[in-house]
């Protein structure tokens, strides 16, 4: 454990011959690269995590933000995470280390809680007293309090079952729930948030209505607004809105169509019966579940209003993401104005009177030497703790094997979410306590899911390979008692590897590509998951994790300020050139691409914010008018804002230019031979609408 994975990726995109299937592991070289939705020159890009956090929902006390999300089948549950500024985030506490609610949620009786458990939480605070809000299937409402974010914790469970509810505090008094899909339904609360007031409960919208799920009600300037989400057949976002608890409602859609460029990947339609299961590879252009759904808004010092919501990440499961919000009508709508319903993937941070440098919420590797695990480790249902230890061997996790007829089932698997857009997890692994019957490694945990591992058997050891969806298993002899295990994810090609080294520094891939599906069947995206199990039926040995380090290859690339770049239309390839004082696409063969017309330096305008001088003239790109079609000139002069454009950092040296004169980004109609206007709204799943290019610095 010599060098940087980090290095060796380098090298590997850089000098040819490398092999792929020889990388250094992580160990005392440059510190990993990990993901921050905060760009250090005042602006953000979304995601805000690029982990899974779903059904997020947000509140402000005072000076400070605090957020919590879906756990489902996960302990501990329910995370409280705490902001100054909504884009930067730590993770303060969790409401329960342990929900057992019964044998299921233990993995006992050939039973499990995969897909239920703790989801779509309501969190609120009102007179000193945080209170979180969450359904769990067959056990009713759950309500967690604490004076302190921080914890401790309470916990009772309420009389009734209210799905994706949402909690009112009224400044009456009263306390209401609304709850439901298509057909919503509000009720007033027990002081001691037990139970229904009798004779409370109505319908408010009913079904057909258009309205759908995970309601998030608040009340501002005496209206009452209930912003859900309807997923059928694409995601989107309305808000309901009357003086009046009870209605009626009058309904708005204010977010549809955003999904940041990104669309289905592989999906699992049927989760029932024996593997292979039913699974359908990319559809180009289809966005199904993936556009902003599910969140809310708040409204922060300077008076700004911002909206939090979630979108299906492919097989990393479903991200958090920030918009700002423009109010219209008395209609808090996401976006610009200009462009509303849709959100910029990168924006100027929210004005909450308080700044920081970038941060990440959890810290990922575990060198397993301190007193407890990190808190970004959740393990996979309830565990057994006397089963598990950190000071039975000093710097390693010791694992027991309990009985399991497979992985699925294994208890005491320790877990944290995937990070995107690709990563690595490496653990170390000492097998020598191992007894028969024992399966201990690392995993992709995902339904279907693969795993590597050691499988101890009477006469010795093998390393073993097993990808659940192909039913492949494949073994390797090995006398090695310490072995590093490697688990890597593209998270936008759902492709997962595993690989293995006795060496610490060369590892080989085994068993192939592995389709890593977006699934509901434990309705999370894909896990890094460290397990051990027996086979027999029995308790046997235990197994030695002796580190876990996550490796993030950087998928940004600084805005190449001071640069001259070409533009690229990911649509048709042509490229933008100065013609006759207009920004006009031409093929990639043209004349006018082979020269300076196709060359434009980069200007810094802070805040992320650039103009583009053509090096032919010296003028600069600018957007006249409405922006349509024609408007888009070279203009002699700057011109303020409408010289101006918003860099959208869209990864791996794809971007958009989004005008600071309209909101809407710079675009033309692909393979029409047209010129450029800056009206279009946003991406298309696929990326070829005309308005994503692909940017390349121009040789001195």
């Not at 919420?361 to 703790?385: A, I, K, M, T, Y």
């Amino acid at each position: 454990m010599r060098y940087s994975l980090i290095l060796f990726i380098w090298m590997s995109l850089f000098l040819p011959g490398l092999s792929p299937s020889v990388s250094p592991v992580l160990a005392g070289g440059p510190p990993s690269v990990t993901w921050t939705a905060d760009n250090g020159n005042g602006t953000y890009t979304n995601p805000l995590f690029h982990d899974e956090f779903s059904d997020p929902d947000l509140i402000r006390v005072g000076d400070d933000y605090y957020m919590t999300g879906t756990t489902m089948h996960t302990m501990p549950g329910l995370p409280v995470l705490h902001s100054k500024d909504l884009v930067n985030w730590e993770l303060k506490s969790y409401a329960f280390d342990r929900l057992d609610l019964g044998p299921e949620f233990r993995l006992e009786e050939g039973l499990n809680i995969y897909g239920q458990g703790i989801w779509a939480p309501s969190f609120r605070h009102h007179d000193g007293v945080f209170y979180i809000f969450s359904n769990v299937n067959n056990y009713g409402t759950q309500v967690f309090t604490a004076t302190d974010p921080a914890g401790p914790w309470e916990h009772h469970r309420m009389n009734v079952f209210l799905h994706d509810l949402s909690v009112l505090f009224d400044d009456d008094g009263k306390i209401y729930a609304v709850w439901g899909y298509n057909e919503l339904r509000m009720s007033q609360l027990t002081d001691d948030l037990k139970d229904i007031v009798p004779g409370t409960e109505r319908v408010i919208v009913e079904s057909g209505s258009g309205a759908g799920e995970g309601a998030h009600i608040q009340k501002i300037d005496d209206m009452y607004y209930i912003i859900n989400t309807n997923y059928d057949p694409v995601c989107y976002m309305g808000v309901l809105r009357s003086d009046d608890p009870y209605g009626p409602y009058e309904m708005r859609v204010i977010s549809a169509n955003e999904s940041y460029g990104m669309d289905l990947g592989w999906w699992l339609n049927d989760f029932s019966g024996d593997p292979p299961y039913d699974l359908t590879g990319p559809r180009e252009n289809f966005a199904g579940c993936i556009p902003l759904s599910q969140g809310g808004i708040v409204q922060v010092q300077s008076g700004e209003w911002w909206g939090y919501s979630m979108m299906d990440y492919r097989s990393l499961g479903r991200v958090t993401a920030l918009s700002p919000v423009t109010w219209k009508d008395g209609w808090p709508y996401f976006g610009l104005p200009g462009n509303l319903t849709r959100s910029p993937r990168t924006w100027v941070k929210p004005n909450t009177g308080y700044t920081s440098g970038p941060k990440a919420p959890f810290e990922r590797n575990d060198d397993f030497s301190g007193p407890e695990l990190n808190q970004v480790w959740q393990w996979n249902h309830v565990p057994v703790d006397e089963k598990w230890s950190l000071d039975e061997r000093n710097g390693y996790l010791r694992l027991h094997s309990l009985p399991s007829e497979s992985f699925w089932s294994a208890r005491n698997t320790l877990t944290q979410r995937a990070v995107g857009p690709e990563s690595y997890a490496i653990t170390q692994i000492d097998v020598s306590g191992m007894q028969a019957g024992d399966a201990a490694g690392l995993a992709l945990l995902n339904f279907p899911y693969a795993w590597i591992g050691i499988v101890r058997q009477q006469d010795g050891h093998v390393l073993q390979f097993y990808n659940q969806q192909e039913q492949k298993r494949i073994d390797v002899e090995t006398d090695e008692t310490v072995i590093w295990l490697r688990a890597h994810g593209d998270y936008e090609t759902d492709i997962g590897k595993l690989s293995y080294s006795f060496d610490g520094e060369h590892f080989e891939e085994i068993g192939g590509e592995i389709i890593m599906p977006y699934q509901l069947r434990t309705f999370q995206g894909v896990r890094y998951a460290l397990f051990h199990y027996n086979k027999e039926g029995r308790e046997g040995g235990y197994a030695d994790f002796g580190s876990f380090e996550i490796i993030e290859p950087d998928p940004k690339r600084p805005i190449p300020h001071d640069k001259v770049i070409t533009l690229k239309s990911i649509a048709d390839g042509s490229v933008l050139v100065n013609w006759r004082n207009h920004l006009r696409p031409v093929d990639e063969n043209s004349i006018f691409a082979e020269g300076s017309l196709s060359h434009f330096k980069v200007l810094d305008r802070g805040k992320g914010r650039v103009a583009l001088r053509c090096l032919t003239t010296g003028g600069y790109v600018t957007v006249k008018g409405m922006g349509v079609m024609a408007e888009v000139r070279i203009e002699e002069e700057k011109q303020g804002d409408s010289s101006l454009f918003q860099w959208q950092d869209m990864m791996h040296g794809e971007m958009m230019l989004m005008s600071l004169h309209t909101n809407r980004y710079l675009t033309f109609d692909p393979d029409a031979g047209s010129l450029t206007s800056a009206d279009s709204p946003g991406a298309r799943p696929d990326r070829k609408g005309g308005s994503c290019f692909i940017w390349e610095m121009v040789d001195n």
